[in-house]
């Protein structure tokens, strides 16, 4: 029961980062990004690759996971940057699926979908394990924390309400929005190579779209640009499809869990973007 | 500022045809004219938010024409919305932190009878009020050149003199104002001058008494 506990424990601050570097994005900046998933795959493979094919210490690898992501992040807003609400999130979701045919089909670095297992353990005990998830997970949290009470924070936010307001005050878009990506990007990737630890074995199907709906439910219900929402909303949702195992009447009914799950995920995210609509998209649809 | 032989062109019609005037350093000048004259597709043109054009812009002798807006407003070209000129999911306060200035944010707002509102979201002010902090904020950014486009519309009888209090407030030696505005009277007290535009062309430029006076205003407004 303990390490079940530790597993979720360290699942849950792994998207809890995860989450809040979206938060920064699709909550401050009203940037429907679908493109973090990839993102954090991204960041997830290079740690992969870096400890198994290259042996690298885990503080350069989380390092250089948050860079290659920040890169790839800057790539999303130097093609996308300039379009807005519907058409940002199909053109991330482009992203998404470029890059998760290159996990399928570079197969000489990414071994396709056979995936990369062998990732070496970082720590014996899955204790030991789930504090060093939470220590940088933290460390994570608490910088972005102090990027959200930033001006940077307050750019981007009035950008969302209105660019050509912004654009008469001497602000520029594309910087601004340069500087968030980069930065949501940087966390995505650490995240991402915190998850290659943890799971020892990553392969495409980590990265599938589905687990974009994930966090944008996580930023929604926890209301979208809130910091401390996003924290309490990802308790949650990652918790709560767990404690569907133990209610007592479903036990019998074990083949159902699964598609139970995604179908509380599924109204849970309904209702999430009925409640936001206007905070998201602006205007009511 | 000097605005030369501007031509906009949109949707096939033509906007703005062959426009040309020149605004001094601290002089404050009136734009009038009926609706669909031009007024603010030719700020549109100015701020930058229309590019599309033949013609030039020179502000302090350089080409600005080409600028994207953020890069005129690092210029010195200021701007006041005719509408949703306030970041109106923003509060009061952060509508002006978000300029990066370090000024005394508290006293401005007390000056505007703002300050018990400072945390409020921008959307609850009144129209008088949004039009308030929006000249607050153009006051801070200091432009050289600061484009109004309707102060006064959907504003409260009442406030117009306050309004036009803060505006005058705004004129200095190196400030140049350019005001879009249908109250002939208000534009008066304020302008040194005042330009008429109909269907895209500048049809006649004087002194605010003058152009009132004209026969040929009541013309182009009445028919």
Redesign the interface.
Known sequence: MTNYLLHLGSLLFIYILLAQSLNLILGAGKLFSLGHVALFGIGSYVTAIGAVDYGLDQWSLIFLSGVTSSVFASVIVFTSGRLKEEYFAVATLAFHYVVQSVFINFRTVTRGVMGIPGIPSLYDTSLDMFIFIFLVSTAGLLILKLVFNSRLTLLLRGLADSEIVASSLKIDPKIVRLKAFVISGFFCGVSGSLFAYYLKYIDPSSFALSEIMLLVTIVLIGRPGSFFGTVIASFFVILLPEAIRFVEFLQNYTSILGSLRQLIYSLILFFAIYLTREKIFGRVI | MKVEDIVVSLGGSLILKNLSFKIDQGETVGIIGPNGSGKTTLFNVI???IREISGTIELDGERIENY???IR??KGI??V?QS???????TVL?NL????KKVPYDELLKAIGLLNKAKEPASVLSGGQKRLLELI?AEI?DPKVLLLDEPTAGVAPNMKQVLADRINSLKSKTRSLLIIEHDIQFISSLCDRVLVLFQGEIVMSGKPDQVRKDPYLQEIYFG
């Open positions: 701020s930058g938010f994207p807006p953020f407003a690092q200021g701007r919305f949703g000129g306030i970041f109106g999911e923003l952060e932190i978000i300029t990066g904020r950014f």
